[in-house]
């Protein structure tokens, strides 16, 4: 009796492994279907590393660009970044449902993203920056509950982000520079955990909601290079800014003078605006200031800060190299 219990178990055992076993390639198979209709909308491989490396004869965990999971072998991270790769995306993407970090950053992807990307409901990381992509921002974007970055710099996109994006509660960075967006609605304020916002360079109309100038975590803001207007409001509550970056607008009336709040300040650049009158002595009462950039507007006076400042431009002509200096500066302070 025990011994044909024993052998019931043996066999019991190897049924289980078996049934594991299938399931698993079938959860593989899954993702390699996926990956192979996106590469067959690839025209052009510069560098080869798709089209040859991605092959049914190797397994998918070692294909280019692929990382899977220590236990389920699933697809969890797909990075094809600066490979210089054209073509449009798959809508079978969508089939990796355990994807958490998508990047294909520098590349020239074209076409919209397809619906079926909502079902990468694991994803924390999305980049298509230096792509071409068109069209409006997609709103099942909104439906990845998880997401912390987006990264849209330098594609096509237009009109304004879809408002189902708002309820991303984890959302700590938006990069949107280099589109042709129209237009920030208010509502962006509701992303609480929102860390770095960068809108430069697009084609933004009419006033900086105020939600903007609200926000507990945000550290860094920049609406360079836009079309925006109107007056900065003389609340601006946001405790954690490092780098605040308004130029290159058509801002006008005066700066405001102590009532902002943002002690941990250390790059403001206000110029190339219509922003008028004198100088305040502590404008915006900045003890942390380093960098503060007035020229091209029609300012008058000077300011006083403190022993922490490393350059100033108060009107239109500054030494070459200390200008270099300053953007130096801020390229480290925004990475």
């Known amino acids: 009796m025990e011994r044909s219990t024993w052998f019931f178990l043996v066999v019991y055992y190897y049924c289980c492994m078996a049934s594991l076993t299938t399931a698993a390639q079938t959860k593989i198979s899954t993702d390699q279907y996926a990956l192979l209709a996106f590469k067959s909308r690839i025209t052009d491989d510069p560098q080869n590393k798709i089209l040859s490396n991605w092959s049914t004869t190797t397994q998918i965990c070692n294909w280019a660009g ?3 999971g220590a236990g389920h072998y699933r697809v969890t991270n797909l990075n094809i970044s600066y490979l210089g790769l054209t073509g449009t995306i798959a809508p079978e ?11 294909f950053t520098n590349n020239s992807f074209h076409g919209s993203l ?23 921002i997609p709103s099942w974007l909104g439906s990845l509950s998880k997401l912390q970055t ?16 708002f309820n991303l509660s984890a959302l700590q960075i938006i990069d949107l520079r280099y589109n042709y967006l129209s237009e920030l609605p208010n509502e962006i304020g509701s992303l609480d955990k929102l860390e770095k916002l960068w809108v ?20 860094t803001l920049t ?9 900065l409001i003389d609340n601006i509550h946001l405790p954690s800014i490092e780098v605040l970056s308004l130029s290159g607008n058509n801002f006008d009336s005066l700066i405001p003078s102590t009532s902002w709040e943002c002690k941990q300040l250390l790059y403001l650049s206000l110029k190339s605006n219509h922003f008028s009158g004198s100088i305040s002595k502590n ?20 300011c006083i800060f403190n022993n922490h400042l490393l350059y100033i431009e108060t009107h ?17 302070l925004i990475r």
């Open 114 to 136: 397809p619906q079926e990307l909502a079902s990468l409901q694991r994803l924390k990381f999305i980049s298509f920056r230096f792509n071409n992509f068109m069209g409006i």
């Open 150 to 165: 987006i990264d849209l710099y330098s594609n096509k996109f237009s009109g304004s982000l879809p408002a189902a994006m």
């Open 223 to 231: 609406l360079d290079g836009n079309n925006l207007s109107g007056s």
């Open 66 to 68: 692929v990382t899977c």
């Open 200 to 219: 430069q360079f697009n084609s933004l109309q009419g006033h900086v909601p105020v939600a903007f100038f609200n926000m507990s975590y945000l550290t």
């Open 283 to 302: 404008i915006g009462n900045l003890t942390n200031i380093k960098i503060i950039l007035l020229g091209y507007n029609n300012l008058t006076g000077t």
């Open 93 to 103: 993407l969508g089939n990796l449902s355990f994807l958490v970090d998508l990047d």
């Open 316 to 332: 239109t002509h500054s030494p070459s190299d200390i200008f270099f200096l300053a953007i130096l500066i801020y390229r480290s």
